[in-house]
């Protein structure tokens, strides 16, 4: 059987075309094309990025109290996270309170999850209520003072005849009116999250939902594990990232740009999560891993080569493939126009491990993780 290669390159990649090629395969005679992708070489940790321990100097909260903070949010001095369990929780005086379930069941494990939910980002509204977005469910407004629970938009709602299959992060305007939000791929689970990384599909999109009409529009496709999403402080575009692109896309939604698209900053030295706001007027990156140089890095080494990639996945389990993710912490801050601020890590995740969101409040900053049976909190002059 013979195979046919071919680099091209990806159609989102225009402001620096050098960046990601495409690599086109396809097995004689007449079989589907397979399309992966290859990656510049990832940037050098020197300077702004040069390895540290900052990270380390975190000190964790309600430590085996919950398991998978994803994403915090603070309505007054009043902490809010969504949990592994399906469950969004208020964190105060040093107590887990449930507030909210979207799901039910036993919620023990990974198999769970849609049936249970798994509520993921998480945003504090203007009247005081939260607005949540839940992998299998869709977008939730709850109101945690009286525990009520509004569903915005099923997951079951097919978006221009396709389904949201993983609806992840959200970003919300300060009038509550609009929320944008993503939506990982319309093939892959949460619960298949390193099936989507691996094969690096392109069914991702950024959406936005319009809490008064209830329109929902496809603002950007084609995107590959489109994660965390930020609107800017102006509310003149939209960030979102792109995982398994190792990059943040902008989308404008007002002004003379509004409806154009264009890269925020690529080749990043990790594999982006959620982005929040800094109080310096950029935003806060959160990746669980790194794409080391000098060193290896797994995830561009199997970018060249699907079938290693086809033969992990028919060899070993999710969990076990894990095991083989280094766990590196970091936390990037870009300046307004997407350049590197600084960089806080923790080179073995001994404090902070899997670390998928900065959150920043009063000179502390909350780190979320996506499977950590706590959360972090950092002094920002620490940092």
Aim: aromatic share 10%; hydrophobic share 35%.
């Amino acid at each position: 059987m013979k195979t046919r290669r071919v680099n091209c390159l990806d159609q989102h990649v225009r402001k620096s075309p050098e960046s990601i090629a495409l690599i086109w395969e396809r097995d004689e005679p007449g079989t589907e094309v397979r399309i992966t992708y290859s990656f510049k070489e990832p940037p050098l940790l020197l300077g702004v990025l040069q390895p540290n321990t900052k990270l380390r100097q975190a000190e964790r909260l309600f430590e085996n109290q919950l398991v998978g903070p994803e994403s915090i949010a603070h309505i007054g001095d009043v902490m809010f996270t969504g949990t592994a369990d399906g469950r969004v929780v208020k964190l105060e005086n040093g107590e887990v309170e449930t507030i909210a379930r979207f799901g039910s069941g036993p919620c023990k494990t990974r198999d769970d999850e849609p049936a249970c939910g798994r509520p993921l980002g998480i945003r504090a509204g203007p009247n005081g209520t939260l607005f949540v977005a839940d992998a299998y469910k869709g977008l939730f407004e709850v109101n945690p003072w009286k525990r009520e629970v509004k569903l915005l938009l099923s997951s079951e709602t097919p978006i221009e005849g396709r389904k949201m299959s993983f609806v992840n992060d959200l970003t919300v305007t300060r009038d509550g009116r609009k929320i944008y939000f993503t939506d990982s791929s319309s093939k892959w689970q949460r619960r298949d999250y390193l099936l989507l990384v691996m094969e690096g599909t392109d069914d991702g999109r950024l959406l936005e939902y319009d809490t008064e009409t209830k329109e929902v529009k496809v603002l950007l496709d084609h995107l590959r594990f489109p994660n965390g999403v930020q609107l800017s402080p102006a509310e003149d575009f939209v960030l979102v990232a792109e995982l398994t692109m190792a990059r943040i896309r902008r989308f404008y939604v007002s002004g003379l740009m509004k409806g154009g698209a264009d890269l925020f900053v690529e080749n990043l030295p990790g594999f982006p999560d959620n982005i929040r706001a800094s109080s310096s007027g950029g935003y806060w990156v959160g990746m669980s891993t790194i794409r080391s140089n000098p060193g290896f890095s797994m995830l561009d080494f199997l970018s060249e080569r699907p079938y290693l990639k086809r033969m992990i996945f028919k060899l070993f389990s999710q969990e076990t493939v894990m095991k083989f993710v280094p766990r590196y912490s970091l936390v990037l801050e870009l300046s307004d126009s997407g350049a590197f601020r600084r960089s806080l890590h923790d080179p073995d995740g001994q404090v902070a491990a899997y670390v998928s969101e900065v959150h920043e409040r009063d000179g502390h900053l909350y780190l979320g993780s996506f499977r950590s049976p706590f959360l972090c909190r950092l002094r920002l002059q620490s940092a």
